[in-house]
């Protein structure tokens, strides 16, 4: 049985996110498919930015086309409606809109290559795979743009595969390093917390308050809309009886620079989701050694990493070195070059 | 018998080539810099270098010394390829664009509040004239700035702004739109930048109520929309191309009552 059909029992919609430009991910997009196809699975594919056009809009290096089997449920926007290489059907004109037009719902009438774009933001596309699914399929994919990670959201996707390659770092080592931290911060460890799992749930997820809870689960607001920039507040509010800060949006380097040691290491941060963290392999190293402790209301599921051991800058590893490294940090994940398949779980 | 029709040549719009005497004839100019010390060999290799890249009979019209073992070639000659122009299509913002005065007038009609702009050079970017030429009261090229705007408050946080101080500036004010400069970056520092730019609005839960802009001689509105961005501003678009499409866009997106 094939990758696909494991991954579709579990999960039913799946964003292939990119640890880089050039990872790899629509070489990874067409090879999900064409498993599909062959699993007799109809699937829905959409993306965060603009695909299947064959040069690439930034690097301008060549790149894959997205091939799509008859009866896929696909998003083209107006303008790229024309671009496709075969014939699609629209079955609806969608509320979305993007610059390259108003977003519609097409099935593809005859197997082809057609170029995908979708909203850039993940609300739509929440709203957008809602509509997809009513079309009765089994699957959506979700092609992440670029390196955007945002995807991930536990709340538009249930799972990643994690795009990985050369581009990364012109050395193995390197490239290793950054995939098994993504890897790793999307595994975060939830919060067991039951009471102040209780609380925080009750949080609106619209309304972005950051607060913290002391032993006896006081709660406090901490007087700013965002913790950007705001490093010193977010410290000056932890006191003695703090024991969790919440802090909906982003936490980066700049932020957690502000708080003192002490109380780096006496308190959790809870974040909603792993997309939240935006600190480097390096200094997030550093700062678990310094007693940082992140928890998170809900996990990333990652359901496979793909490796890609060329660069479009002109260099390449060696594919079993890359294959089995990766496979060696990350036991237990399914590891696969998409190029040449042949997945051994 | 005598024949004294001259060969005349037409702009075949399917097949255009680059016109430099007269039509078709293809010329072109380009400079380019070797890693060699200027000589007689060095000429011959820029010369064998633009043959590759398509020129037939190149000469080279200029070469100095850069010193330290590196030449500057300028190289003039016919190329042969052609492009198919009726096949072009490029995106553009689709907005109507309004004068100054006119985008005044009708964010007071249509909106009835001062809108709010926050723009920034973001990240290693230390050149301010982008985001000067859009946003400050004198603006760019006899194109006054988004400061001169009736009912636009407009906030330049000026160059090397850390994304977050940008977006941490934008919801504190509570921005319609966040505008993102880019001036001159290397070996595409600046896409890292831009989608850092979006992925942070996105954990800050910003991206469904901010407008979120990129401008600078490298971004189009075609690249701006794949790293996730609303709109791309390029070469030759003003204060008053910003302006239009943004109010038109609060206006599309239902954000006139914004709180």
Redesign the interface.
């Known amino acids: 049985m094939g990758f696909i059909a494991d991954i579709q029992k579990k999960y039913k919609t799946v964003s292939i996110v990119g640890m880089a430009k050039n990872a790899g991910k629509t070489t990874a997009l067409n090879y999900l498919l064409e498993e599909a196809y062959d699993e007799g699975l109809r699937m829905g594919v959409t993306s965060t930015g603009r695909d299947g056009e064959t040069s690439d809009l930034v690097f301008e290096t060549d790149k894959p086309k997205v091939y799509l089997f008859e009866d896929t449920i696909v998003t083209v926007p107006e303008q790229l409606f024309g671009l496709a290489e075969t014939s699609l059907e629209i079955l609806k004109r969608t509320s979305c809109r993007t610059a390259l037009g108003q977003v519609l719902l097409c099935r593809v009438a005859r197997s082809g290559y057609v170029q995908i774009a979708g909203p850039g933001s993940i609300m739509e596309h929440k709203k957008l795979c809602a509509q997809m699914f009513e079309q009765g399929i089994d699957m959506i994919i979700i092609d992440g743009a670029i390196d955007r990670k945002s995807i991930a959201d536990p709340a538009t996707s249930d799972a990643i595969i994690l795009s990985t390659g050369a581009v990364i770092s012109r050395r193995i080592k390197n490239v290793v390093e950054e995939t098994v931290h993504v890897v790793s911060v999307y595994k975060s460890p939830l919060v067991e917390d039951e009471k102040l799992r209780a609380i925080l749930e009750k949080e609106d997820r619209d309304v972005f308050r950051i607060l913290t809870i002391d032993k006896d689960y006081n709660v406090a607001q901490v007087p700013v809309r965002t913790a950007l920039g705001a490093g010193p507040i977010v410290n000056d509010a932890i006191g003695e009886d703090t024991r969790f800060v919440y802090i909906p949006g982003a936490i980066t380097e700049r932020i957690l620079d502000h708080i003192s040691p002490a109380k780096l290491k006496q308190v959790t941060i809870v974040l909603p989701n792993p997309t939240k963290v935006f600190v480097g392999a390096t200094r997030w190293q550093q700062l678990r050694k310094m007693g940082l402790h992140v928890q998170v209301l809900e996990n990333i599921e990652v359901a496979a990493v793909t490796v890609n051991p060329f660069s479009p800058h002109g260099y390449s590893f060696d594919r079993d070195e890359l294959l089995n490294a990766v496979k060696e940090a990350l036991p237990g994940l399914p590891v696969v070059d998409v190029r040449v398949g042949g997945l051994d779980l | 018998m005598s024949n004294f029709t001259t060969a005349t040549s037409t702009v075949d719009l399917t097949k255009i080539k680059p016109y430099g005497d007269t039509y078709n004839d293809g010329k072109v100019q380009m400079s380019f810099t070797l890693p060699v010390p200027d000589g007689e060999e060095a000429q011959e290799a820029a010369r064998q270098y633009a043959k590759l890249m398509g020129m037939d009979e190149p000469s080279v019209t200029h070469h100095s010394d850069l010193g330290i073992g590196y030449t500057f070639f300028v190289v003039y000659g016919p190329v042969h390829h052609t492009v198919d122009y009726t096949k072009i ?1 490029v ?1 553009k ?2 907005s109507h664009v309004f004068d100054r005065v006119e985008c005044g007038e009708w964010i007071a009609k249509n909106i009835g509040r001062t809108i709010t702009m926050v723009g920034a050079s973001t990240g290693s970017d230390a050149h301010t004239v982008g985001i000067d030429a859009i946003m400050n009261m004198k603006g760019f090229h006899g194109h006054f700035g988004l400061e001169r705007f009736k009912n636009v408050n407009a906030i330049n946080m000026g160059s090397q702004v ?1 994304n ?2 940008l ?3 934008a ?2 004010v509570n921005a319609d739109a966040i505008l993102v400069s880019q001036t001159v970056t290397q070996k ?1 520092v600046h ?2 930048n831009l ?2 730019m ?3 609005c ?4 910003i ?2 109520h901010m407008l979120l802009l990129c401008g600078g001689p490298r971004i ?12 791309g501003f390029g070469p030759e678009t003003y204060a008053e191309h910003v302006c239009s499409y943004v109010m038109q866009e609060i206006v ?1 997106r239902g954000w006139v009552n914004k709180k």
């Open positions: 299509r995106t913002v689709e850390p977050e101080e977006i941490a500036k919801i504190e595409d896409i890292k989608t850092n979006v992925e942070l996105e954990a800050e839960g991206r469904d189009s509105h075609e690249l701006a929309q794949e790293l996730g961005f609303d709109a599309a």
